[in-house]
């Protein structure tokens, strides 16, 4: 799966800065926040929509959709998968308009939407869930969304049903881990993104720029708790996942600040 990266933004309100005793959040902020680093994207997604969720069973409600809406989901997500967005948002639409409580178009249409409009995405996701509470993925992208808006506390309530619905997913772990951080409770935080890391291992389709956003926050919750030998291995793998992507030039600063002593 692949990790999107939008241009930083100011620190939010109420985190650390640099220098604090908070320091470790404050760059975990900037990895999980900022960067919005949500390992769950669209194109992923729609390529492979089992993948990294892994498996799940059919739902009832997609057991309803008609042979034609389920036709229009595939085309739509074969259109996500090549980035062929006009294409994607009519084929979704022709399967809405034949099945209007489709779950799974509806978390496909929430997914195309997520960056370009973020309330419209939120309401078709709280719509998927409501007509297919079983269908975990819906959850998952939810959570995501209100890690990227720092909703730590909304996103912990929705991915604790994710993690029962889909408790081998590594972004599911993954997406716990930053609402966890985000709320400063780090151990746990720790405990998850160990658990993203061990399945994420095991997924052949993990995109690299997701591997680095793992292994970085990884390393961030490590710093935390001034295990900088561990950090600094954690580090040097985002950086080797992905020497060109975002995190690469952060891990490195990090591992700079670790070796001078900066970080203590």
Request: charged fraction near 25%; charge should be neutral.
């Amino acid at each position: 799966m692949k990790v999107s990266v939008p241009p930083p933004r100011r620190h939010p309100a109420g985190f650390p800065a640099r220098g604090s005793a908070g320091f470790g959040f404050a760059i975990l902020l900037c990895c999980t926040c900022v960067f919005g680093q949500s390992p769950i994207d669209g194109y992923s997604y729609a390529a492979q929509p089992h993948g990294a969720f892994g498996p799940q069973l059919i739902t009832p409600n997609a057991l309803r959709a008609p042979a034609k809406a389920q036709r229009a989901v595939e085309k739509a997500a074969a259109a996500m998968k090549s980035k062929q967005a006009k294409e994607a948002e009519e084929q979704l639409a022709r399967a809405l308009e034949l099945y209007p409580d489709y779950a799974v178009a509806l978390t496909l249409r929430a997914i195309g939407k997520k960056n370009a409009d973020r309330s419209e995405s939120i309401k078709d996701l709280e719509r998927a869930i409501h007509v297919d509470p079983q269908y975990g993925v819906s959850y998952a992208i939810l959570a995501s969304i209100y890690n990227d808006d720092q909703r730590y506390d909304d996103a912990i309530a929705v991915i604790q049903r994710a993690l029962q619905l889909l408790p081998a997913a590594w972004p599911v772990h993954y997406e716990m881990a930053r609402a966890l951080g985000g709320t400063y409770r780090s151990v746990e935080a720790l405990r998850e993104v160990t658990e993203a890391e061990r399945r994420m291992s095991a997924d052949r389709d993990a995109h690299a720029n997701s591997v680095a956003a793992v292994h970085y926050l990884h390393a961030i919750l490590l710093v935390d708790q001034h295990e900088f030998a561990e950090a600094t291995r954690e580090f040097e793998i985002s950086i080797n996942s992905q020497p060109q992507g975002p995190l690469a030039a952060l891990s490195t600063r990090m591992l700079g600040r670790i070796e001078s002593r900066e970080i203590r």
